[in-house]
């Protein structure tokens, strides 16, 4: 079955890098994404990887995919308070704009001054 | 406005009521899909539409759940004899269609509905 999963929690420092985890079930998946939801606010996109690709960087935030163990991580360098957010890893199974896309449950990034 | 659109932002309706909440997608945008996301959870999705029709409704819970897009635009989801469980923020997002496409999705703000 589709399942992807994330821990819960992540509590760094301002300035610290943060390093958000997923892992992933199915292997046919094309996209990965991860998404960003403020409170009261929708989910935006934040950087998404393909997956014949093994690492996208964009500015601050760094993904890597290992396809083999199927984890997919975020990693966001000196991390700002106005990161604060909760992170979903989505997987899209059928490529391209059939967004049928499965979240995790989402990890709540909390960055103290 | 340049974003998806949702309304009500927040329904508070009795248990068995009937509730029929609106999306209004990005201009151009011919992918329109409902998301369903409950407390502590991640969206879940309900329902595709391409163009005027579902391309997918496998999401759907069970036949209180409803979803239409009559000009390819707007698009209404509704649900019958509404339930305590049903409460949840309903979310909606556009994405076009076209070659090569990454599969991003624009989510609005979400509907909140709260069943008493």
Redesign the interface.
């Known amino acids: 079955g589709e399942d992807?999963e994330q821990s819960l929690f992540l509590s760094v420092r301002e300035g610290d890098s943060s390093v958000i985890n997923c892992t992933y079930t199915d292997s046919s998946s094309?996209?990965l994404?991860w998404?960003k939801q403020e409170p009261?606010?929708?989910?935006?996109?934040l950087t998404?990887i393909?997956s014949n690709m093994d690492m996208k960087q964009d500015q601050r935030l760094t993904v890597l995919l290992n396809k083999k163990d199927k984890h997919l991580s975020l990693r966001i360098a000196d991390t700002q308070t106005g990161d604060s957010a909760i992170y979903?890893c989505?997987e899209?199974l059928y490529?391209?704009?059939?967004?049928?896309?499965?979240?995790?449950?989402?990890t709540k990034l909390s960055v103290k001054p | 406005g340049a974003g998806?659109s949702q309304t009500p932002s927040n329904k508070v309706t009795e248990k068995g009521k009937y509730v029929e909440l609106r999306c209004d997608p990005i201009s151009g945008h011919t992918?329109l899909?409902w998301y369903r996301q409950s407390l502590?959870?991640?969206?879940?999705?309900l329902i595709?539409f391409q163009g005027t029709g579902a391309?997918?409704d496998s999401?759907l819970p069970n036949d209180r759940f409803f979803a239409v897009r009559p000009e390819g635009s707007v698009s209404t989801l509704k649900i019958q004899r509404t339930e305590r469980g049903d409460s949840a923020v309903y979310?909606c997002?556009s994405?076009?269609?076209?070659g090569g496409?990454?599969?991003?999705?624009?989510?609005?703000?979400?509907s909140r509905l709260t069943v008493l």
């Open positions: 992807v094309t996209y994404y998404y009261g606010a929708g989910l935006q996109l998404y393909f979903f989505a899209n490529g391209g704009s059939q967004g049928n896309l499965i979240f995790g449950k989402g | 998806v992918a899909y502590g959870q991640g969206p879940e999705f595709y391309a997918d999401g979310l997002a994405s076009l269609q076209a496409n990454t599969g991003e999705l624009f989510f609005g703000e979400g």
